[in-house]
């Protein structure tokens, strides 16, 4: 692995385009999910660590790892907000994932709530990253919002359908200066390469894990397609892939001077 | 042969038999089931016909298994794939249906399983509902807890480590009023960290109130979507007014609260329509709140004191999985709770299939946890609603569950 190659959030440097989700799986797990897919930055849904259980989740997160607490269960912004205090309230640090779904069945994302939390919370000192439906000028009103990074979805989350929105997700990654972070709907480590060999900055999986076989073994293999990913999108694709045609007799071939 | 549900209990006076006789016997004296009563709000709402319209329309006979194999292979199922699997032509694919019921249910939830208990803090009772425990002609004891009895029931059930909590009464709105609910929920605040109510049907504003006092959740089981059924077996009280117990949920909604639950009691009427009806309740509601969280139950009858007959008749083990399935199939994002009536191999087998909420540490008296929990002796406990099948506390649940290979959440929500 490129050791030049950083992904930078809220000024911290990190070396994993893997970030790990939580919430479906034993906790006796995590640890060797954080470890087999070299994960630095793992979610945790606060209104979940809001226990007082012997099995507390934030008890079985390695040290050295990155808390990315997010907001699921706020249905506007000032829900997202107040969870995001209590999240640093609870000694979870700066970084917030925002999540506000209005839709108990799918669980999309309502962007225009999301926006208006991203403000709040990017000047109360939050590195703010937002989930999202794909859409260019929400992506642009987070970047003014003060987002650290824009987190499109792939597909409806817990679906494992891959990257069903993925022309828009390459619109992201092309036209927005912040990582594009793919989250939600990666249900294959291919999948995941996929989404770096198009440029985004990370990948976020928690079912595709969850759900698997064997949950350590998965974990290693989405390590292994994100690193792969990421090589091939430093590397610069070949020709034949490149969005976009190459005949091979040029078409300016009849300039002359 | 149908329960035989009207029993005299002893002790009754003589024109208290009289008047239970006379409702019994005499459906001219009983008032209209459709018609509101006084203080009943009646909101605007097309639910109610959408759901009764496909439930007179479902036919479960006609269904086969081609029907069936159709709906196995949908990734989102139509209201006619969910009529085909509850139907009789489903029976010979349960395995398939709780294969697919399993996929669905980790999905959308992994590999976690929610743990609550029920706490009732009173069983008095207005109306006569002749299969229920509590029903006001039953001869039991009667019980009311004072605040400071509560608060001592809370504190035991929270030193066992329960963090969610769902309050319950029998319907007397004068006995049990909304303040007095309210206030045992603000206690609730204090020791657990999500609270749910099952109490009689109240108007918008008093679910706001209960809200504001803490309260997130609301069950309200309509027992049988069968109005004329209905009829008999609801024979006096505010419980009578079928449709005022339908919006329930709804009113629940409007006055703010997160999420709703509900279920025909299985076992009263035809189940397949009972059943039919409980999912497309919820999945109607969804549909017009889309941000509300909905959750079905499943319970089937049971016996009570003085009547240990009672049985869910055709609503077998097999039966009850079926409609499981093709729950979670219809509505794989909804919550399924299946309570302690049902056996401990039984929830043991369906939290792995198809549930993901389910209660421990349970008791349908009141008062009694100290000497259910702690084996000390109580001569002041009210009698209990029904008979409970699963009597596992709430240690033993989570160790089990975890030793299924499950993670038992004690909370997963936010007071925001």
């Keep these: 692995m490129n050791q030049d190659d950083k992904l930078i959030l809220g000024g911290r440097e990190f070396h994993s385009r893997f970030i790990l989700g939580s919430g ?8 060797a999910a954080v470890k087999y897919a070299g994960a630095e930055l793992i979610t945790l849904a606060v209104r979940r660590a809001n226990t007082k259980e012997h099995e507390n989740i934030l008890d079985y997160i390695p040290k050295g790892v990155t808390l ?26 700066d970084f917030i994932k925002i999540e506000i779904m209005r839709d108990t069945k799918y669980l999309l994302p309502d962007n225009a709530e999301t926006v208006r939390a991203t403000e709040i919370l990017a000047k109360e000192g939050f590195v703010v990253m937002p989930y999202m ?26 679906s494992n359908k891959g990257l069903a929105t993925r022309d828009f997700i390459q619109i992201l990654i092309d036209e927005i200066d912040l990582p594009i972070i793919v989250d939600a709907g990666i249900g294959r480590p291919s999948q995941a390469c996929e989404a770096m060999e198009m440029g985004a900055a990370a990948v976020m999986s ?29 590397s610069g694709l070949g020709r034949v892939l490149v969005r976009g045609a190459s005949p091979s007799d040029t078409l300016t071939g009849f300039l002359h001077d | 042969m149908e329960n035989q549900f009207l029993v005299d209990s002893e002790g009754l006076s003589e024109s208290a038999l009289k008047r239970k006789h006379e409702l019994e016997n005499n459906p001219d004296c009983r008032t209209d089931i459709m018609t509101y009563m006084d203080g009943q709000e009646q909101i605007q709402s097309d639910i109610r016909e959408k ?8 036919d479960p006979s006609r269904y086969t298994a081609a029907d069936v194999r159709r709906a196995l292979q949908k990734s989102n199922l139509s209201v006619e794939d969910l009529k085909a699997l509850l139907s009789p032509a489903a029976a010979p694919f349960l395995e398939q249906m709780a294969e697919r019921a399993r996929i669905e249910t980790r999905k959308h939830f992994g590999n976690t399983v929610y743990l609550f208990t029920p706490l009732y803090i009173a069983n008095y009772c207005e109306n006569y509902c002749v299969y229920c425990g509590f029903n006001c002609y039953n001869h039991i004891r009667r019980m009311k807890l004072s605040m400071a009895q509560i608060e001592h029931e809370m504190e035991v059930i929270a030193e066992s480590g329960m963090e969610e909590i769902l309050i319950l009464t029998g319907e007397s709105r004068a006995q049990s009023d909304i303040h007095y609910i309210g206030e045992a929920c603000k206690l609730a605040r204090k020791y657990f960290r999500m609270v749910g109510v099952e109490i009689y049907p109240v108007n918008v504003e008093d679910y706001r109130y209960l809200h504001e006092c803490g309260v997130d959740y609301v ?19 505010h419980k009578r007014v079928w449709p005022y117990r339908f919006e329930a949920q709804e009113r629940a909604l409007m006055g703010g609260m997160r999420g709703v639950a509900g279920s025909a009691l299985l076992g009263l009427s035809d189940f397949r329509k009972d059943a039919l009806a409980s999912a497309l309740h919820m999945y109607f509601l969804q549909r017009k709140y889309p941000h509300a969280e909905i959750s079905l139950s499943c319970p089937r009858l049971r016996p009570i004191i003085n009547n240990g007959k009672i049985n869910p008749q055709d609503v077998g083990e097999r039966q009850l999985c079926q409609i499981l399935c093709a729950y979670r199939m219809f509505l794989p994002f909804a919550g399924i709770t299946v309570s302690s009536r049902e056996s401990k191999s039984f929830r043991d087998g369906i939290v792995k299939i ?53 993670q038992p959440v004690l909370n997963d929500y936010l007071y925001v």
């Design chain 1, 24 to 31: 479906k799986y034993s906790l006796s797990l995590i640890e």
């Design chain 2, 51 to 58: 759901v009764m319209k496909e439930v007179e329309e479902y």
């Design chain 1, 133 to 158: 439906y794909p859409d260019l000028n929400t992506a642009r009103d987070l970047v003014n919002a003060g987002a650290a990074s824009v987190m499109p979805l792939a597909s409806p989350i817990g």
């Design chain 2, 354 to 406: 198809a549930a993901t909420k389910i209660s421990a540490g349970v008791s349908t008296g009141i008062g009694d946890h100290e000497s259910k929990y702690t084996g000390k002796e109580s001569d002041t406990e009210g009698d209990e609603q029904f008979e409970i099948s699963d009597s596992r506390s709430f240690r033993q649940m989570y160790a089990d569950m975890a030793s299924e290979g499950l």
């Design chain 2, 219 to 237: 069950t309200v089981f309509q027992e049988t979507y069968d109005t004329e059924k209905y009829e008999t077996l609801h024979l006096a009280g």
């Design chain 1, 68 to 93: 990315l607490p997010n907001t699921s269960g706020a249905r506007n912004a000032e829900e997202a907000v107040r969870i995001a205090r209590l999240a640093r309230e609870l000694g979870c640090g």
């Design chain 1, 206 to 234: 928690n079912t595709a894990l969850a759900t698997a076989g064997d949950l350590p073994v998965m974990a290693e293999a989405f390590r292994k397609a994100v690193e792969a990913g990421r090589q091939a999108y430093l």
